[in-house]
């Protein structure tokens, strides 16, 4: 699995975008870029998954660049409750059960 | 739905003692995962059982650590005897299937402190 490299800590405006940043330069052509977060004292949860289009869901965008060595998780209209640890990670199709967190980014949403 | 439900929410106990950890998944989930987390090692997979057989237990750590799904609805994670060392979270967590690109949706989690 590729390692992911992601700033330690990056803090966000209530109300405005939160752009996190994420390496993963060594990612093979099959793997999958994962976002999970983690809210203190909870389990982790899902954010959003991609190979190398562009994703959108209800909780995020994800910006895959077109060499794939990093992407962006864009949280549109961060809030208190965004408050957490995001994890980055990316896995093949054939062993992405294996979840396995470093230390993310802790990202603090202040009013 | 209930989502993943894990008891007990906290456990304090002493070396040497077994220590049971249960788990229920959402209802209509195949897939159920057992994880650690830990300061120094973060988040790691303990085992994977699809349509309650194990189908990946490489990251349970030796034979003091013991798991089972007699059935959909119910799992357990046994550690005897424990150690101060295996003081951590523990997550379980499920999916529809083990298929890629599953989402897994986590429990809140048992906080083990072995003393």
């Known amino acids: 699995d590729a390692k992911t490299t992601q700033p330690p800590s990056m803090d966000c405006a209530e109300g405005r975008a939160a752009n996190l940043p994420c390496n993963h330069s060594?990612?093979?052509?099959?793997?999958?870029v994962y976002w999970y977060r983690q809210i203190h004292s909870q389990g982790p949860q899902y954010i959003i998954h991609g190979l190398k289009n562009n994703e959108t869901n209800e909780m995020a965008s994800l910006i895959i660049t077109e060499d794939r060595k990093s992407s962006t998780l864009i949280l549109p209209h961060a809030t208190l409750r965004d408050t957490a640890v995001y994890y980055c990670i990316a896995l093949p199709p054939s062993n992405d059960y294996k979840l396995s967190f470093g230390a993310g980014t802790t990202v603090t949403v202040r009013a | 739905d209930a989502g993943v439900i894990q008891s007990p929410r906290h456990e304090v106990t002493e070396m040497g003692q077994e220590v049971t950890l249960r788990c229920k998944p959402i209802?209509?989930?195949?897939?159920l995962f057992w994880y650690r987390q830990t300061m120094m090692r973060g988040l790691e997979l303990l085992i994977y059982?699809?349509?309650?057989?194990?189908?990946?237990d490489s990251g349970m750590p030796e034979d003091r650590f013991s798991a089972k799904m007699p059935n959909a609805s119910f799992s357990t994670l046994k550690i005897q005897p424990s150690e101060p060392r295996d003081s951590a979270v523990y997550f379980c967590?499920?999916?529809?299937?083990?298929?890629?690109?599953?989402?897994?949706?986590f429990g809140p989690g048992t906080r083990l402190l072995v003393l």
């Open positions: 059982f699809n349509n309650n057989v194990p189908i990946d």
């Open positions: 967590a499920s999916s529809r299937s083990g298929g890629p690109m599953e989402t897994q949706y």
């Open positions: 209802s209509g989930h195949n897939s």
């Open positions: 060594t990612i093979s052509g099959n793997e999958y």
